[in-house]
DNA sequence: TTGCCGCTTGACACAGTGTAAACTCCACCC
DNA sequence: GGGTGGAGTTTACACTGTGTCAAGCGGCAA
């Protein structure tokens, strides 16, 4: 794929993942990503000719050392539709402060790189399929509102659960990770689920 | 406030306003803006020394020119709370296509640029107001769910009507502006309004 | 020994923001 | 008429960060 010792390759990108973790806020430049890989910044230009594609290689770095697919793979098991519902909220939820750091990075480049907008697009496309799959087996079970055509479901489900709403909600409004979580959980049945019993 | 003819200093308001509003995913630097007022660079930097004070200073002239202080004042007025959190969603729904431009702009700025930041987290403070106004409101009415704390609603109801929220559902769903207003105003009182007689 | 691979060093182009200084134009005021 | 100051213009430049280019260097393998 690219030249270059895989060592190397994978000096930076474990860089690039932490520093991008740990900067809260900060710019990370490539050559703070070298300097911390212990290598020249025109090293990390023969791994990763562009910005973009760094911080599209360290998402799936991440998800390789995290096992995203299996997280999510895991919600795909639950027995009802409802019960679906939460898990994927739970797995999605509680991976997104894992790509955060990575995540602000790459949404900043959206604007201006078209390669970063696509990559991004893609990585939240692939949650859009998980919203999807979770709709429609709430609707397999007949559990879903009809207050919302399945694709508008989904839509409202995939923009609650954006990596945005969680930003908002867990740095600006102060709620805990548990808290998000939990009232994802709670917002998501109310939106979508019809007869859930629910009192007030 | 500043220097320079106020009438200059309007024309540039206005070219940095339409310019944002029609940048459809392009960046308008400070010379395309200086080139649509017909006036140099250097006297749009005698009149806004920063970046950061001409986005802000244009969603000012925005707001002035649109009137949004009338528009969110109506929805003050209406009889009981479920009406005013509906006349809150539709106001302000409505409100984002307008600032959208300059917010994106400002809201890119954000991450670098701590005036940006201040200035575009005052806005949005503003909102929430209006979310916590519309949740109180409903409360007294005793048509507070109590699935949430009010402080839990209005931190739901800010979120799902954050400029961001609207973006994901207008741009990336292909909503309708009135596709989207609907669909918050069922979405607010779904996940917020306790007995609403739902069925499904 | 030769040759390549992986990396380093150092220089540079480019864009965009922001600063600085000198100069023009005009209106106003004595 | 002559002086003064405000508003804007022109030109030039510093700075930051990305990305490119070219030469060089150490080690290893044929």
Known sequence: MSSGNPETRARILDAAWHLLEAADG??????????????????????FPKRAELLIATTRHIDRAKGVDA??????????????????????????????????????????DPDAKT??????????????????????????????????????????????AWEALRTDCGWSQRAYVDGMKAAARRLLVARDGRSG
Chains 1, 2 share one sequence.
């Open 26 to 47: 900060r710019e990370v430049r490539m050559g703070d990503i070298a300097k911390r890989a212990g290598v020249s910044r025109q090293a990390v230009y023969l791994h």
């Open 71 to 112: 997280r999510l793979a895991a919600s795909r098991n639950a027995g009802s539709g409802v019960e679906r519902l939460d898990a994927f909220v739970e797995a999605w939820g509680n991976y997104i402060p894992e790509i955060h750091g990575v995540g602000r990075a790459l949404m900043a480049m959206r604007e201006h």
């Open 119 to 164: 990559a991004w697009d893609d990585r939240m496309q692939a949650v859009r399929q998980g919203c999807e799959a979770a709709i429609r087996a709430l609707a397999a079970d007949g559990d879903l509102t009809d207050a919302f055509s399945p694709a508008e479901a989904t839509d409202l489900l995939w923009t609650m659960l954006s990596v945005r």
